[in-house]
């Protein structure tokens, strides 16, 4: 496939993954870490299929996709919910392969902020309804498996001290260079992995979903848009 240096991690439940055979995710292959109870979605560009039980939601998946392959990772890694059939999400993911294709190497397609563990320090979440019709329907629950550390900003505080992060990003869409994810010890991702590791719903799965520029700062390669 074209784009040899870059692997795109899907992280799916019950989708049927049809998006990837639209430009310009027809470009690239994928490896999906399956957890659901079926495996019927769209194949023609999966380069691998590893089974994974339904914990942590996307987030689980990342850090596990890291941790397992923290000494072969590819020099650009994109990370993407199986759920890439919404507009929104559909959007923002276009927009980073296209940069990616453009400048030849990894996308931060981030929000801006101030400080985000100032904005979200009191953030907490007790219900939650994932957003994609097919997964709600094979599993609705709602309740979250509150995080052992809250609020957000004392989870922040355990985990990342008091670094200003000023960018984030929503519904686990990123990618990230190589070099900013080995920057860091593999112990950094195991400890992030295991609070995401206890429960299909977790709470500290939102925190994550607000902290990966956190988890990989200061960026040192890869390009913030």
């Known amino acids: 496939m074209l784009y040899d240096n870059t692997d795109i991690i899907v992280s799916r439940y019950n989708e049927d993954l049809k998006w990837t055979k639209e430009e310009p995710f027809n470009r690239f292959s994928y490896i999906v870490y399956n957890k659901g109870n079926n495996d019927n979605f769209e194949k023609s560009h999966v380069k691998n299929i590893i089974n994974l039980p339904n914990v942590g939601r996307c987030d689980h998946t990342y850090l596990y996709h890291i941790v397992e392959n923290y000494y072969k990772l590819a020099r650009i890694n ?5 759920s890439l059939n919404n507009e929104y999400k559909k959007n923002n993911a276009k927009t980073i392969l296209y940069n990616i294709i453009k400048y030849k ?13 100032r904005d979200f320090f009191n953030f907490t979440l007790d219900k939650w309804v994932c957003t994609d019709p097919s997964n709600s329907q094979l599993n609705p629950e709602q309740e979250l498996l509150p995080a052992i550390i809250r609020p957000y ?14 960018n984030w990003c929503i519904h686990g869409i990123f990618s990230i260079q190589k070099i900013d994810i080995i920057k860091h010890p593999k112990i950094r991702y195991q400890k992030l992995l295991n609070g995401v590791s206890r429960h299909s ?15 990989f700062h200061p960026f040192l390669m890869t390009k913030i848009i």
């Open 201 to 215: 719903n977790p709470e500290v799965g939102h925190y994550l979903e607000r902290s990966w520029g956190a988890v």
């Open 153 to 166: 900003g004392k989870w922040f505080n355990y985990h990342f001290g008091n670094i200003v992060v000023k």
């Open 105 to 117: 190497k990894a996308i931060f397609l981030g929000t801006k902020s101030n400080n985000i563990k």
């Open 78 to 82: 994109v990370f993407f919910p199986g």
